[in-house]
């Protein structure tokens, strides 16, 4: 099975609302990346964490590694918020590699 | 930010041809990476490569598939022979370290279309 399940697969928020996006995995992850990929597909880089809690402007990411999961919080959504949002993870294995969840399709709307 | 520059940004291409997509990586990277994403989906893994050898492979890195990066130049990704399921949007990264202390720095995708 997946080892990043990402939830939900779409939100659809009013301007100037906000949510939640979240990460489960099932395994031990070392350190999350969060990306949003914009309408020209474009890859940008939201967040890495390692533990703990960071804050950017509107965004706020939290990881919890004993509890595997991530949380993206989204506040005072904009129209330019809309795109797709990954969550990446790092197991540690000393590969460098990612692995992405399937993403979070958010659409905001006036 | 750091930059990763891809090129072509987009190719089409005739099946059974072969094609190579190349990548910039950030200058003082010594990890490198390519992603297959299809239409929107999930970026699937593809391959790592570090100090002129590949570390760690998909299944999806088929043996049509190869990589290198000939004396510090072009990281690159090479398709021999294409097929019609290699139409993607392949995209490189860069990474300093492979500890859980690396963050990857993504290109803007190359978007290879096989005919």
């Known amino acids: 099975g997946d080892q990043v399940e990402q939830s939900p697969s779409a939100l659809s928020l009013h301007e100037g609302t906000g949510s939640a996006l979240r990460c489960n995995f099932t395994?031990?992850?070392?350190?999350v990346q969060w990306f949003q990929q914009n309408s020209r597909g474009s890859l940008i880089n939201l967040f890495y964490?390692?533990?703990g809690t960071k804050e950017n402007g509107r965004l706020k990411s939290t990881f919890n590694s004993k509890e595997s999961y991530s949380t993206l919080h989204i506040r005072d959504a904009q129209l330019e918020d809309s795109g797709t949002y990954f969550c990446?993870?790092?197991?540690?294995?000393?590969?460098?590699?990612?692995?992405f969840g399937h993403g979070t399709i958010l659409r905001v709307h006036p | 930010g750091p930059k990763v520059l891809q090129i072509p940004s987009h190719q089409i291409i005739d099946m059974g041809q072969m094609v190579t997509l190349n990548c910039d990586p950030v200058?003082?990277?010594?990890?490198f990476y390519w992603y297959k994403q299809i239409l929107g989906q999930q970026m699937e893994f593809l391959v790592n490569?570090?100090?002129?050898?590949?570390?760690?492979k998909s299944k999806l890195f088929k043996d049509q598939f190869s990589v290198e990066r000939p004396d510090g130049s072009y990281f690159t990704l090479k398709i021999q022979p294409t097929a019609l399921e290699d139409s993607a949007v392949y995209f490189c990264?860069?990474?300093?370290?492979?500890?859980?202390?690396?963050?990857?720095?993504f290109g803007e995708g190359s978007r290879l279309i096989v005919v």
């Open positions: 490569f570090y100090n002129g050898k590949v570390m760690e």
């Open positions: 964490l390692a533990s």
């Open positions: 395994t031990t992850m070392r350190a």
């Open positions: 200058s003082n990277h010594l990890y």
């Open positions: 990264a860069s990474s300093f370290t492979a500890s859980s202390g690396n963050t990857l720095y």
């Open positions: 990446a993870a790092n197991t540690g294995a000393n590969t460098g590699k990612l692995t």
